[in-house]
């Protein structure tokens, strides 16, 4: 095929993706709000372009206007189309996991040799051509390639569109588990000594907490590390060797003592498990529902969480899979996350922009209230990135377990989970530990308290139908 048959290939498959009436026109204006879409221009610009395209002026677009109008703007015109360099339209990161994917339609028998590939739904976002069977394992997106594996194809399939034979895709379920606060109550065990640990690691002889201080300063300062530990010396006296500038790096070394101590303990024999999750995860696998695991944004890190896990057993731990760092990196998301495949929306972009403002006018503020006050004042700004973090977490458990992140449920330990299961909309069920026993969980699922019996079983989740 020349080029000028390849120009009208391109131009009809765009043409009926616009046509949903078959009456041989399309409305300028969905094709320039698809061309806004995907930043292709300015509002005022894709004005005077759909003015050039349209030059009857009745406001629709016919064939071979919309041809006429390729062969002398192809720069604009590829936007609409996958071009044999693999162009891709912008999409956002966070439906990169299901809506990034639900316009295409993916066979659902996949071999390691031959895969198949559906044409795409019919509908005025789907703007790429057909899929041609094929047998390659990398598409190349600006001079990177994406490596396809039978979990991103997997993840694939079943983020598409429901086929005939799934007629209920709702029924399907996928459970999502954190480490910390569901696996095991850590902080319930092992906080309190971990703290008395690293007061004496430090030599700070005077610092003993009982359990019922513990607990005090644990309710009054709402479960901030840092600020138990200013409570504390605030009530009994800093060390009179510390000068008054150095608290806040004071402060951090105990934490990094005590965190370290309570990696220990973690790992140690005497650290039990939350009561009942060994019968959920059982009961999960013998009902067909897959169990992930996910340590990439543990508080201890992976390698602590992925040691926490094997207390479950070797024979429980082969019916879970487990999503750590590397499979965050490997998954479709994150492949598509570091190769830059999709952009932000303006509306994303100037919400960052503003977070990265407002981040440094508080390190400012936080520099010269310090300089007045002869303290060591540092402003947390990782936030915005551990949500990435997170969210990148839970798509790719999403993607291991086969289904889209709307029919998989994260069972929460923390606030930062819950966070980002609100942000791709992953439902979420918090189970309270001792960390989180006073705090309100508004955009959860449910609260609970544990697992089986009155509180958390896979029976109740098929139940509740939050999917």
């Known amino acids: 095929m020349g080029d000028d048959g390849k120009q009208r290939a391109e131009c009809e498959r765009i043409f009926k993706r616009f046509d949903a009436n078959g009456d041989g026109k399309i409305s300028c204006t969905e094709l320039g709000d698809a061309l806004k879409a995907l930043g292709s221009a300015s509002e005022d610009e894709l004005k005077r372009r759909m003015g050039e395209i349209d030059k009857d002026g009745d406001g629709f677009i016919s064939l071979d206007e919309l041809l006429a109008f390729r062969s002398a703007n192809p720069e604009l015109m590829d936007k609409l189309v996958f071009s044999s360099q693999a162009k891709v339209a912008p999409i956002t990161m966070e439906s990169a996991s299901c809506s990034i994917l639900d316009t295409l339609r993916f066979s659902s028998t996949i071999s390691n040799n031959n895969t198949q590939f559906h044409s795409l739904p019919r509908n005025n976002l789907s703007l ?5 069977s094929t047998s390659l394992r990398k598409f190349k997106f600006h001079g990177k390639f994406l490596q396809l594996n039978r979990f991103n194809f997997k993840a694939l399939s079943s983020l598409s569109r429901p086929s005939d034979h799934d007629q209920n895709p709702s029924q399907e379920l996928a459970l999502l588990l954190e480490v910390e606060g569901v696996i095991m109550d850590a902080y319930r065990l092992g906080n309190r000594q971990s703290f008395n640990v690293a007061f004496q690691k430090l030599g700070l002889d ?3 907490w009982s359990e019922p201080v513990y607990l005090d300063l644990l309710r009054k300062s709402a479960g901030d590390e840092e600020r138990i530990l200013i409570l504390y010396f605030n009530r009994i006296g ?12 004071f402060i951090k070394s105990v934490l990094r003592e005590k965190r370290n101590a309570l990696d220990e303990f973690l790992v140690s024999t005497s650290s039990p498990l939350r009561p009942g999750i060994e019968e959920f995860i059982d009961n999960a696998y013998s009902e067909g529902v897959p169990v992930i695991i996910v340590t990439s944004y543990s508080k201890s890190g992976d390698k602590i969480a992925r040691l926490i896990i094997e207390k479950l057993g070797r024979e429980r731990v082969s019916k879970v899979k487990i999503v750590g760092n590397e499979e965050v990196e490997k998954s479709l998301y994150g492949q598509l996350a570091r190769s830059k495949v999709f952009s932000s929306d303006l509306d994303e972009q ?3 922009e503003a977070k990265k403002a407002v981040s440094a006018e508080k390190q400012r503020i936080a520099k010269k209230v310090a300089s007045v006050l002869k303290l060591s004042v540092e402003i ?9 973090k997170i969210v990148a977490a839970l798509h790719a458990g999403a993607e291991n377990a086969g ?14 989970g819950v966070a980002g299961a609100e942000r791709i909309g992953m439902p979420c ?3 309270r530990s001792s960390l989180t026993s006073r705090a309100e969980f508004p955009s959860a699922k449910a609260v609970m308290d544990g697992f089986g019996g009155a509180d958390l079983t896979i029976s109740k989740l098929r139940q509740k139908r939050w999917l």
């Open 429 to 431: 069920i918090v189970l």
């Open 206 to 208: 005077c610092a003993n």
């Open 380 to 388: 947390d700004t990782s936030s915005s990135e551990s949500l990435q």
């Open 403 to 416: 289904l889209p992140v709307c029919n998989c449920v994260l069972i929460a330990g923390s606030q930062s």
């Open 128 to 132: 790429f051509p057909p899929f041609r």
């Open 238 to 249: 800093w060390p009179t060797s510390l000068p008054t500038s150095e608290k806040g790096s």
């Open 350 to 352: 100037l919400a960052m």
